[in-house]
């Protein structure tokens, strides 16, 4: 006798909470970066400036959809977001 396989469903992979605050803080914070190191302010002041803003913001949508989320989480999303917006601009 020999054994059959059988096809177990697969699991869904569990949605990244932070995917749409991100982007969406990304595309927002954009400009900003931009008017910021335009208008001479240090690198340094406006990295630690957008992180801020980044944080507020994914904070802000998913209070809004009600998610809860580690707050380290959201601290080194929104660090990688303001390197990324400063690399950019």
């Known amino acids: 006798m020999t054994a059959k396989l059988i096809a177990m469903p697969s699991q869904p992979k569990e949605p990244n909470p ?11 914070l954009h400009p900003v970066a931009e008017a910021l190191l335009a208008a ?5 002041r406006a990295l630690a400036l ?3 803003a980044a944080r507020r913001s994914m904070r802000l949508a998913l209070m809004d ?4 989320v580690n707050a ?3 601290d080194n999303r929104a660090r990688r977001i303001a390197a990324k917006l ?3 601009a």
């Open 65 to 68: 959809a009600g998610v809860k």
């Open 50 to 52: 957008l992180r801020i």
């Open 86 to 88: 400063v690399a950019a």
């Open 18 to 28: 932070l995917f749409l605050p991100a982007s969406d803080a990304d595309y927002v």
């Open 72 to 74: 380290r989480l959201i």
């Open 40 to 44: 001479g302010v240090p690198k340094k």
